[in-house]
């Protein structure tokens, strides 16, 4: 799950019921850890082989792996949200990715409507990354794509609260 994930879950909503939807997700997430955790512990009981309980559980440890990633990404997500405060997540949304894409420092060449240049998230020699005119980002050659919130907020390296606070 990305940054882009999680915005796409509580874009646009107000900050009380993205905390809510955020503190949700956690709960999610933390059950499927302990009922994968949970199998495990009752395959070990039942079974005789430890070769293939191991294997078993080596197979299981790349999803406790993602899960528990998820589960950090959120809990850094809900810590930037306070009930109290009111953030204009469509101003944030509506500046014009160029002009930031610009200001953090990528040089891109316009192609048409699209700038294209080289990936800030990765080493390249040929430019795979795309700026949209519709505010979005995608590269080619990692895979990285979001708006220019997520682009804000990923080589800015601040919170989807501060990246909102900083483009607007």
Do not use: W
């Not at 302990?34 to 440890?61: D, T």
């Not at 009111?86 to 944030?92: G, H, S, T, V």
């Not at 505010?135 to 080619?140: G, M």
């Amino acid at each position: 799950m990305t940054y882009n994930d999680v915005v796409e879950i509580v874009g646009g909503f107000p900050p009380e019921y993205a905390a809510e939807m955020l503190s949700a997700k956690i709960h999610e997430t933390g059950e499927a850890i302990n009922e994968i955790q949970h199998s495990l512990v009752e395959l070990y009981k039942g079974s005789e082989n430890e070769v293939v309980c191991n294997a078993v559980a080596e197979l299981a440890r790349p999803r406790i792996d993602t899960l528990n990633r998820q589960l950090k990404t959120l809990k850094k997500l809900l810590s930037g949200f306070t009930p109290d405060e009111e953030l204009d997540i469509e101003a944030a949304r509506s500046r014009d990715i160029f002009e930031i894409a610009s200001m953090l420092g990528i040089r891109y060449k316009m192609r048409g409507a699209r700038g294209v240049a080289l990936c800030p998230f990765h080493l390249e020699k040929t430019p795979s990354f795309t700026l949209y005119p519709d505010n979005n980002f995608h590269c080619f050659g990692c895979g990285v794509h979001g708006d220019v919130i997520d682009l804000y907020m990923r080589l800015a390296k601040v919170s989807f609260k501060q990246a909102v606070r900083d483009l607007t």
